[in-house]
């Protein structure tokens, strides 16, 4: 996430300090009195199992052909169990159900809070704009990587009896 720098309550340029244990940005303003506590976004994730498979799919924007979980923001007030049934609607056009929550988990680079469920899929899968393509993978051959969204799945493929490899995204390795 990037950092603010300047104020958005009045303007003036941020400083740092230290601020509840952590250095933070800060208004210099003490009138103001804003500070920037840089707190996790929440974000929900969905383990989409669809006739028996995991859906796995690419994001847009994304360069390297690397396959997720479904995610999405939380809206006001929304509970994240129907935050994630929304987002499987939204993203892969399938009527999800029996969302059931797998753990959640710190996505450092992202500064979030990924909030992880599986969830059972049914319907015909039309990607939204948000994706560009997508993959259903047999649950026994699934494999994870080493982020968040990555560890919920092997969470969840070990609540199963599966023990997926780990996807090594070295350069010199076979990648997602
Ligand atoms: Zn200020």
């Given at each position: 996430?990037?950092?603010?720098?300047?104020?958005?309550?009045?303007?003036?340029?941020?400083?740092?300090?230290?601020?509840?244990?952590l250095?933070?940005?800060?208004?210099?303003?003490?009138?103001?009195?804003?500070?920037?506590?840089?707190?996790p976004?929440?974000?929900?994730?969905?383990?989409?199992?669809?006739?028996?498979?995991?859906?796995?799919?690419?994001?847009?924007?994304?360069?390297?052909?690397?396959?997720?979980?479904?995610?999405?923001?939380?809206?006001?007030?929304?509970?994240?169990?129907?935050?994630?049934?929304?987002?499987?609607?939204?993203?892969?056009?399938?009527?999800?159900?029996?969302?059931?929550?797998?753990?959640?988990?710190?996505?450092?680079?992202?500064?979030?809070?990924?909030?992880?469920?599986?969830?059972?899929?049914?319907?015909?899968?039309?990607?939204?704009?948000?994706?560009?393509?997508?993959?259903?993978?047999?649950?026994?051959?699934?494999?994870?990587?080493?982020?968040?969204?990555?560890?919920?799945?092997?969470?969840w493929?070990?609540?199963?009896g599966?023990?997926?490899?780990?996807?090594?995204?070295?350069?010199?390795?076979?990648?997602?």
């Open positions: 996430m990037t950092a603010f720098k300047f104020c958005p309550r009045c303007a003036r340029p941020l400083i740092e300090r230290e601020q509840g244990g250095v933070r940005r800060v208004c210099p303003d003490q009138a103001c009195g804003f500070v920037h506590w840089d707190n976004t929440p974000v929900v994730a969905a383990v989409v199992e669809h006739e028996g498979q995991i859906v796995l799919a690419r994001n847009a924007l994304w360069p390297q052909r690397f396959f997720g979980l479904i995610t999405g923001f939380l809206e006001r007030n929304e509970d994240p169990a129907e935050a994630v049934l929304r987002e499987v609607e939204e993203e892969l056009g399938l009527k999800a159900q029996s969302p059931a929550f797998i753990g959640h988990y710190t996505f450092e680079r992202m500064n979030q809070l990924i909030v992880a469920y599986h969830v059972v899929a049914e319907g015909e899968i039309v990607l939204n704009e948000e994706l560009s393509e997508y993959i259903r993978v047999a649950p026994e051959k699934a494999r994870y990587w080493p982020a968040a969204t990555g560890l919920a799945l092997r969470d493929l070990h609540s199963r599966y023990q997926p490899e780990l996807i090594d995204l070295s350069p010199r390795g076979k990648g997602g």
